[in-house]
């Protein structure tokens, strides 16, 4: 069965420097993969969407990779500020649904002033 | 600018009660979704629907139902609560052809005494 996992539950850097979350999936090969962020007591927010013919991804400080060899995305946060601190959700898309996430359990990035 | 309201932040209920949470968006979006959230365990998707008067179980349907009777409207609803269905609630959409990122709501902690 497909199987998520994140490298940590927990991470912490120093402002300034890059946060490099990863994505490893199991079993299966999904179209794409999308990173989300969730703060507190809040619903998930997207941030990207990765597909599986697509080898980087960039949005102003945010950049993901995605490789299908080595089942993997790496989500990196550059010029890290204290208000990037939050939980970062995986969501590959599942393959049990044709239009479903299934999100891995998140990593909490914080950052340190 | 909020685009997937939750009706409720926070409800109490008592065991047994029949439950409704209630989420609306204004998007036009065809897929709507409810997820359950818990500490270690991550989003567990518990229905989905493609389309009005359509739904779909998910990974964990066991002690809810769902309603969709209009495009925006998307309902939960636990039949009889019972104490471990205590948890953060979220409702999500996202469009119907594209692969375009889920919209969550705030959520709703529901707590079953």
């Known amino acids: 069965s497909q199987k998520i996992e994140q490298n940590s539950e927990a991470l912490n850097i120093q402002e300034g420097k890059t946060a490099t979350l990863t994505c490893n999936y199991t079993?299966?090969?999904?179209?794409?993969l999308q990173w989300y962020r969730q703060d507190p007591g809040r619903g998930p927010v997207f941030l990207l969407l990765?597909?599986?013919?697509?080898k980087e991804k960039r949005k102003e400080r945010l950049k993901v990779t995605f490789d299908t060899t080595l089942k993997q995305s790496l989500f990196h946060i550059t010029a890290s500020q204290p208000a990037d601190s939050a939980t970062y959700l995986c969501?590959?898309?599942?393959?049990?649904?044709?239009?479903?996430?299934?999100f891995g359990t998140g990593t909490r990035l914080t950052v340190i002033p | 600018d909020v685009k997937v309201t939750q009706s409720s932040r926070y409800l109490v209920k008592r065991t047994g009660e029949k439950v409704f949470l209630e989420c609306v968006q204004d998007?036009?979006?065809?897929?709507m979704f409810w997820y359950r959230q818990d500490p270690g365990l991550g989003l567990r998707l518990i229905y989905f629907?493609?389309?009005?008067?359509?739904?779909e179980k998910g990974d964990i349907p066991e002690g809810y139902s769902v309603s969709r009777e209009k495009k925006e409207r998307f309902s939960l609803i636990l039949e009889s609560a019972s104490t471990n269905q205590t948890s953060m609630y979220l409702c999500?959409?996202?469009?119907?052809?594209?692969?375009?990122?889920?919209?969550f709501g705030s959520g709703t902690r529901l707590t079953v005494v």
């Open positions: 629907s493609y389309d009005v008067k359509m739904k």
């Open positions: 990765i597909r599986e013919n697509e």
């Open positions: 079993n299966y090969s999904p179209a794409y």
């Open positions: 999500a959409s996202s469009p119907g052809r594209d692969w375009g990122g889920y919209t």
């Open positions: 998007m036009d979006h065809e897929n």
């Open positions: 969501a590959p898309l599942s393959q049990t649904g044709a239009n479903n996430l299934f």
